[in-house]
């Protein structure tokens, strides 16, 4: 189940950098665009930290 996560995860990255490629005619540039992606993450995990939450969705789980 994780696996097929990354792999989902992995091919929509793939998919979006090629889709940037398109657009700007530049390898480089979708590569710079792209950084926002990981630096999202890092700018949002200290305000879950701050609430006491590791990820917003906690509360959805089922609890068996």
Do not use: C
């Amino acid at each position: 189940m994780i696996r097929d996560l990354g792999l989902a995860v992995g091919a929509a990255l793939v998919s979006i950098y090629i889709l940037l490629v398109l657009q700007t005619n530049s390898f480089s540039m979708p590569l710079l665009l792209m950084t926002a992606i990981p630096l999202t993450l890092l700018a949002i995990m200290p305000g879950f930290w701050a609430n006491k939450r590791l990820l917003p969705f906690e509360h959805w789980r089922v609890h068996e």
